[in-house]
């Protein structure tokens, strides 16, 4: 008699975890969708990035204003402003509109980090989750890049990547030539979501339900890597210089 798993039950259970791990094109992701911004009107924001009117247009971007999200200030001098960006409520790249909403939606950003940050501000960027398809092109993080203003790059303290994947450490070290050197060693990576509560201890940071839900990935393998580095450095240790055994003394 054969045991395991019944191949139909393992497709069933692949599919119902992709469908958990790739929201839809279009998934809502703003808590209410009639949320209307202070200074919005008629489904438009106006104002000037580097002394430029732009209009940006919120009923376009509606679906993914909770890509940015503010956790108030650092406990510790309480002037550095805490911004979450979470990569899981990216648009997708294969909407037809691709282009024209992430310019909306960077602008958008913009926007609320010009009227948020007035002295230093750290970045914490959530990977996990994240499907290729929603991580934007290099061409266009380097378009956004260029497009921010001194102040902004000057005030940034960190960016702290969470659960970041080797492909999006490949994908930052190619593109290191293009961007300054200030900016690379203000990036830390964060694989775990209890290794950002260390680091965050005093600040509560929103973490979305389909983050925390691959967060044990993370953890299980983060918790491996230790266990094997601290195993190696425990036989390190416990043998002496040259792998030979101590000889006892006379």
């Given amino acids: 008699m054969k045991s395991g798993v019944n191949p139909r039950t393992k497709v069933l259970f692949n599919d119902a975890l992709l469908s958990l791990l790739s929201p839809p094109i279009l998934r809502p992701t703003s808590n209410n969708l009639t949320d209307i911004d202070p200074d919005e009107e008629n489904g438009v924001i106006s104002c000037t990035i580097d002394n430029n009117l732009i209009n940006i247009d919120t009923k376009t971007i509606s679906p993914f204003k909770c890509v940015f999200g503010s956790a108030g200030k650092l406990q510790e001098d309480s002037q550095t402003a805490i911004v979450a960006i ?120 929103t973490i979305p339900l389909i983050i925390e839900q691959t967060d044990w990935l993370y953890s299980q393998k983060y918790d491996r890597q230790n266990a094997s580095i601290k195993r190696s450095i425990g036989r390190s240790v416990s043998q002496p210089f040259g792998g030979k055994e101590a000889e006892s003394p006379a």
């Avoid at 294969?94 to 980090?113: A, G, N, P, S, V």
């Avoid at 990977?127 to 940034?156: D, I, S």
């Avoid at 050197?181 to 979501?193: A, E, G």
């Fill in 86 to 205: 979470y990569g899981c409520w990216l648009p997708d790249r294969r909407l037809r509109e691709y282009r024209y909403i992430m310019d909306q939606l960077f602008y958008y950003i913009y926007h609320k980090l010009e009227n948020l940050v007035i002295n230093d501000y750290v970045l914490v960027y959530f990977h996990g989750a994240t499907p290729k398809h929603r991580t934007p092109e290099l061409k266009f993080l380097r378009k956004y890049y260029q497009m921010v203003n001194f102040r902004l790059r000057k005030n940034l303290r960190g960016i702290y990547v969470v659960h970041p994947t080797r492909w999006l450490r490949t994908v930052i070290a190619v593109s290191r030539p293009f961007f300054s050197n200030k900016f690379y060693h203000k990036v830390h990576y964060i694989y775990t979501i209890a290794e950002l509560e260390r680091e965050f201890p005093n600040n509560p940071i």
